[in-house]
Structure formats: C-alpha cells, structure tokens
C-alpha cells in the first residue's frame, strides 16, 4: 500500500512551458486534492474531485487545469508556466475530511 | 479578510512545556475543524479532526472549537522534542463545500531539550 504518490519530485521549467504533475493514490478513495503551498502561507486549494469525472475549482485555480478519468489517478496540468508558479505541490486524497492524506510533494521552479 | 487566520510564530518552548496553538475564522458555514502537522520537507499529516464545537482529546493532543468566537485550539501536553514542526490549522464547510479546505498560515514549532 504506497498512498498517495506524485511525481516528479523535483522540476524546473522554463516561462511558457507546460507540463503535468502526476498523483496517484491506491486507497480507493473517491476525494482527491491539489494544493499548492507557498513559505508562510499555509496551504492553498487549487482543484478537487469528488469522484472520477467530476472536478471543481478551490480557491486559487487561474494557470492549471485538471481531469479525473479514474478513481487512482489526479493530474494536475500547467499550460503556460509563469514564475507565480514556483512552489511546492501537494496532492491528497480522502474518504472524508477526518482521513485526507497527503503525498510527499512536487517542488516547481519556473525561471 | 482571510477566512482563517493563524499566528506564524516561531514558537519555541522546552521539552515537557503545555503548548497552545490558535486560529480563528470568520466564515460562519464553517463546521469543520482540522489539525494537521508538517514535517520539514514533507506532506502535511492530519493530527486532530472535530465537527462543530467541542473538545476533543488524543493522548497528549486537545483540540477545542468554540464556534461562537470563531476560535480554533490544540493544546499540546508534555511537549517532546519530535513535537519540533509546522502545524497548521484547517476548516471546511458543509453541503456543496464540503472537501474545500481553508488553511491557515501555519505556525512553526520548536521544542528544545
């Protein structure tokens, strides 16, 4: 039982270019979350998904977008990389609020 | 206005101390109140979980919601050295909400031997 995993670990992009963080999670969960985490401000929702094929925007969605094809899977796409972008991302997955768990986290440097 | 808010800290204390942690949130709709730890480098972890008001106990762990305040607790009884992280507060409303997070800013705690 491997969790909530994500890849790549650590990425650098350049402005303008695009790329998909990868989450994955083996507990059969039916929530899935993106959040973004900058130093000194907490987490921040960007997208979730209820189930497979349903998503809904968090509080801080403008730059990415997201699909849920299966219960496993929630990639997160970045189409235009801006500097705004740099932080580190997390991934989670629950049944409900009292059993979210959260994966390792993608650091992303946009330059 | 942000929805929770969190004193950053730092805060450090000595191995054994009560330490008392807070937030307080202005959204009314909130009935949803977490806790969650953060290790350096790592994911978060969820560390306390209570709907509505109330208290609620796990071991050395006590988090407390008063909803007429709009105030948010975990106190943190015979703090121990690898008790040393960030630990962040969380809130979410019911019904349409329900799985939208609202985090605080995240307080960064020491505990020196």
Same mark, same amino acid.
């Given at each position: 039982?491997?969790?909530v995993t994500q890849? &790549?670990?650590?990425?650098?992009?350049?402005?303008?270019? %695009?790329?998909?963080?990868q989450?994955?999670?083996?507990?059969?969960?039916?929530?899935?979350?993106?959040?973004?985490?900058?130093?000194?401000?907490?987490?921040?929702l960007i997208?979730?998904?209820?189930?497979a094929?349903?998503?809904?925007?968090?509080?801080?969605?403008?730059g990415?977008?997201? %699909?849920?094809?299966?219960?496993?899977?929630?990639?997160l796409?970045?189409?235009l990389?801006?500097?705004?972008?740099?932080?580190?991302?997390?991934?989670a997955? *629950?049944y409900?609020?009292d %059993?979210?768990y959260?994966? &390792?986290?993608?650091?992303?440097?946009?330059? | 206005?942000?929805?929770?808010?969190?004193?950053?800290g730092?805060?450090s204390?000595?191995?054994?101390a009560?330490?008392?942690?807070?937030?307080?949130y202005?959204n009314s709709?909130f009935?949803?109140?977490?806790w969650?730890?953060?290790? *350096?480098?790592?994911? &978060?972890?969820?560390l306390m979980?209570?709907? *509505? %008001?109330?208290?609620?106990?796990?071991g050395r762990f006590?988090a407390?919601?008063d909803?007429?305040?709009?105030?948010?607790?975990l106190?943190?009884?015979?703090?121990?050295?690898?008790? *040393?992280a960030?630990?962040?507060?969380?809130?979410?409303?019911?019904?349409?909400?329900?799985g939208?997070?609202?985090?605080?800013?995240?307080?960064?705690?020491?505990?020196?031997?």
């Amino acid at each position: 039982n491997a969790g909530v995993t994500q890849t &790549p670990k650590f990425r650098i992009l350049k402005i303008g270019q %695009s790329m998909t963080l990868q989450c994955t999670q083996d507990m059969n969960h039916n929530y899935m979350y993106w959040y973004r985490q900058d130093p000194g401000m907490g987490l921040k929702l960007i997208y979730y998904s209820v189930g497979a094929g349903i998503t809904d925007k968090g509080e801080v969605p403008n730059g990415y977008n997201v %699909s849920r094809s299966t219960t496993e899977d929630f990639p997160l796409r970045l189409e235009l990389a801006a500097p705004s972008q740099t932080s580190v991302y997390f991934c989670a997955s *629950s049944y409900g609020l009292d %059993s979210q768990y959260f994966g &390792p986290g993608t650091r992303l440097l946009v330059l | 206005q942000k929805e929770v808010e969190q004193d950053p800290g730092p805060l450090s204390v000595p191995e054994g101390a009560i330490v008392s942690l807070n937030c307080t949130y202005s959204n009314s709709a909130f009935q949803y109140f977490m806790w969650y730890r953060q290790y *350096s480098r790592k994911g &978060p972890e969820l560390l306390m979980y209570t709907y *509505s %008001s109330g208290n609620k106990e796990d071991g050395r762990f006590t988090a407390q919601v008063d909803k007429s305040s709009k105030y948010i607790s975990l106190f943190i009884r015979d703090s121990q050295p690898s008790d *040393s992280a960030t630990y962040l507060c969380a809130s979410a409303a019911g019904g349409t909400s329900y799985g939208k997070l609202t985090f605080g800013q995240g307080t960064i705690l020491t505990v020196h031997p």
